[in-house]
T-cell receptor, first 115, second 115 residues
């Protein structure tokens, strides 16, 4: 069975600090996809990134970066120089490569950036 | 941009009532999903549909049913609402693409309270 664990329930930092959100996953599949979503107070989940299991290259998008390590089954998300607008709940998710491609989500991490 | 619209943002119902949650997407997506979101549990899949009139159970289907008579509309039905179904309900849709898992697009959610 697939499982995603986000051990950090809540994180609170001061603006401009760097922050890393951890994500650990379990799957027996050799081909799978990993995702990060952001849920701002408005409630609608917003897609941030998708990564397939064969692509272990780290990715950077502005202040956001992702570190994918198959050896430790982790897909961590770092925000550099955090801003108040980054405050949200962040979800890591895993999907099977075949079939209906439904997502299994972690518990979410509530990130609060204080001015 | 893809739009996933959920008919109600907030809903209050009484125990035993039959409840309909409606979801409409405007981008001709094949896949549609219903998740419920509870604190500390993340998002859990209730049902999904990969085509009109096709449906499959997710991880927590008990007490729910679904209907997909048209491609753009996916309804979640609580046959007899109970207090443990008080939750945030999120609808999502995605394309089917060969060789990759497409991201999900989410609605803003319906916060259902069952009294």
């Amino acid at each position: 069975a697939q499982k995603v664990t986000q051990a950090q329930t809540e994180i609170s930092v001061v603006e401009k600090e760097d922050v890393t959100l951890d994500c650990v996953y379990e799957t027996r599949d050799t081909t799978y996809y990993l995702f990060w979503y952001k849920q701002p107070p408005s409630g609608e989940l917003v897609f941030l990134i998708r990564r397939n299991s064969f692509d272990e290259q780290n990715e950077i998008s502005g202040r956001y970066s992702w570190n994918f390590q198959k050896s430790t089954s982790s897909f961590n998300f770092t925000i550099t120089a955090s801003q108040v607008v980054d405050s949200a709940v962040y979800f890591c998710a895993l999907s099977e490569a075949w079939g209906a491609q439904k997502l299994v989500f972690g518990q979410g991490t509530r990130l609060t950036i204080n001015p | 941009d893809v739009k996933v619209t959920q008919s109600s943002r907030y809903l209050v119902k009484r125990t035993g009532e039959k409840v309909f949650l409606e979801c409409v997407q405007d981008m001709d997506h094949e896949n549609m999903f219903w998740y419920r979101q509870d604190p500390g549990l993340g998002l859990r899949l209730i049902y999904f549909s990969y085509d009109v009139k096709m449906k499959e159970k997710g991880d927590i289907p008990e007490g729910y049913s679904v209907s997909r008579e048209k491609k753009e509309r996916f309804s979640l039905i609580l046959e007899s609402a109970s207090t443990n179904q008080t939750s945030m309900y999120l609808c999502a849709s995605s394309l089917v693409s060969a060789g990759t898992n497409e991201k999900l697009f989410f609605g803003s959610g319906t916060q259902l309270s069952v009294l």
